[in-house]
């Protein structure tokens, strides 16, 4: 399966919770289409890569998308939407006892995975993926 990595990528950004995240993502036999989000944040100029284009297409050709929410993030929540719009398998991870939005936690046709310590996170999102 084609799985979409969504992470904070500059507020709230977690490399070490969003490379487990991948590390389970690839332990559960599939591949993480948007590589990119475990690099170094991207310059933001016009000339180089469109960011909503190249995201956008991304979320829409996987079959499912792996977001962390447990951190607010803007552009976290338009993959969602992308993911939810083109009938996508989503799966949520996010901490408990955290505040998530509303609308994610009323959005139908979800799965969310929860943790209590950041060590949780690999164990707790290989479950959710080996389904």
Do not use: C, Q
């Not at 009938?87 to 209590?116: F, N, P, Q, W």
């Amino acid at each position: 399966m084609k799985v979409y990595l969504s992470v904070p990528m500059i507020a709230n950004r977690a490399l070490p919770r969003a490379t487990e995240m991948a590390r389970a993502i690839a332990d559960a036999g599939h591949t993480v289409t948007s590589p990119w989000v475990l690099g170094p944040i991207e310059k933001r100029d016009g000339a180089a890569v469109n960011i909503f284009r190249r995201d956008r297409d991304a979320t829409e050709a996987s079959d499912a998308i792996v977001a962390d929410v447990t951190d607010p993030s803007i552009g976290v929540g338009m993959e969602i939407m992308a993911a939810y719009k083109a009938g996508k398998r989503i799966i949520l991870l996010a901490k408990k006892g955290k505040v998530t939005s509303g609308m994610l936690v009323h959005m139908d046709a979800k799965e969310t995975v929860e943790y209590e310590r950041e060590e949780d996170v690999y164990l707790s999102l290989l479950r959710a993926l080996s389904r």
